[in-house]
Protein backbone atom coordinates (compact mmCIF):
# COMPACT_ATOMS: atom_id res chain seq x y z
CA UNK A 1 0.00 0.00 0.00
CA UNK A 2 2.81 2.53 0.79
CA UNK A 3 4.56 1.41 -2.59
CA UNK A 4 1.40 2.22 -4.25
CA UNK A 5 1.13 6.14 -2.32
CA UNK A 6 4.31 6.38 -3.17
CA UNK A 7 4.10 5.71 -7.15
CA UNK A 8 0.99 7.83 -6.99
CA UNK A 9 3.08 10.61 -5.77
CA UNK A 10 5.75 10.58 -8.29
CA UNK A 11 2.95 10.20 -11.00
CA UNK A 12 1.96 13.38 -10.08
CA UNK A 13 5.25 14.77 -9.94
CA UNK A 14 5.98 13.45 -13.41
CA UNK A 15 3.10 14.82 -14.61
CA UNK A 16 3.75 18.18 -12.95
CA UNK A 17 7.28 17.93 -14.74
CA UNK A 18 5.29 17.47 -17.86
CA UNK A 19 3.47 20.37 -17.82
CA UNK A 20 5.79 22.76 -16.86
CA UNK A 21 8.13 21.79 -20.13
CA UNK A 22 5.71 21.03 -23.06
CA UNK A 23 8.35 20.30 -26.03
CA UNK A 24 9.90 17.23 -26.42
CA UNK A 25 12.91 15.41 -24.23
CA UNK A 26 15.41 13.26 -24.61
CA UNK A 27 16.37 10.57 -22.09
CA UNK A 28 18.83 8.23 -20.44
CA UNK A 29 18.08 5.33 -18.64
CA UNK A 30 21.25 2.97 -17.82
CA UNK A 31 23.48 5.56 -18.52
CA UNK A 32 22.42 4.66 -22.68
CA UNK A 33 20.12 7.25 -24.53
CA UNK A 34 16.24 6.26 -24.87
CA UNK A 35 15.63 5.85 -28.40
CA UNK A 36 12.48 4.63 -29.55
CA UNK A 37 12.73 0.71 -30.38
CA UNK A 38 10.38 1.25 -32.94
CA UNK A 39 11.27 4.32 -35.34
CA UNK A 40 14.62 4.69 -33.99
CA UNK A 41 13.70 8.42 -32.96
CA UNK A 42 15.24 10.11 -30.07
CA UNK A 43 12.69 12.46 -28.32
CA UNK A 44 9.88 11.36 -26.50
CA UNK A 45 7.01 13.02 -23.96
CA UNK A 46 6.56 11.88 -20.34
CA UNK A 47 3.23 10.11 -19.77
CA UNK A 48 3.69 9.84 -16.22
CA UNK A 49 3.01 6.58 -14.10
CA UNK A 50 1.61 3.30 -16.30
CA UNK A 51 -0.15 0.20 -15.05
CA UNK A 52 -2.16 -0.29 -12.23
CA UNK A 53 -0.50 -3.92 -10.70
CA UNK A 54 3.15 -2.19 -11.60
CA UNK A 55 3.45 0.83 -11.59
CA UNK A 56 6.60 2.63 -13.54
CA UNK A 57 7.58 5.32 -15.96
CA UNK A 58 6.08 6.08 -19.45
CA UNK A 59 7.92 8.31 -22.61
CA UNK A 60 5.75 8.24 -25.63
CA UNK A 61 7.85 8.90 -28.70
CA UNK A 62 7.33 12.19 -30.19
CA UNK A 63 7.14 10.96 -34.03
CA UNK A 64 5.57 7.46 -33.82
CA UNK A 65 3.95 7.62 -30.40
CA UNK A 66 5.19 4.22 -29.27
CA UNK A 67 5.34 3.87 -25.47
CA UNK A 68 8.86 2.85 -23.88
CA UNK A 69 8.00 1.69 -20.33
CA UNK A 70 11.12 1.74 -17.48
CA UNK A 71 10.89 0.50 -13.83
CA UNK A 72 12.95 3.21 -12.76
CA UNK A 73 12.68 7.01 -13.63
CA UNK A 74 14.52 7.41 -17.06
CA UNK A 75 16.95 10.58 -16.48
CA UNK A 76 16.09 13.82 -18.81
CA UNK A 77 19.28 14.65 -20.53
CA UNK A 78 17.35 17.82 -22.04
ZN1 LIG B 1 8.95 6.07 -32.46
Redesign the pocket.
Known amino acids: MGNTIKALRRGIKAGVESMAHPTHSRFEAGGKRVV?S????TTFDWVGVLGISHAGYGIQ?S????LEYFGNRPREVG
Open positions: CHCGNCNCTH
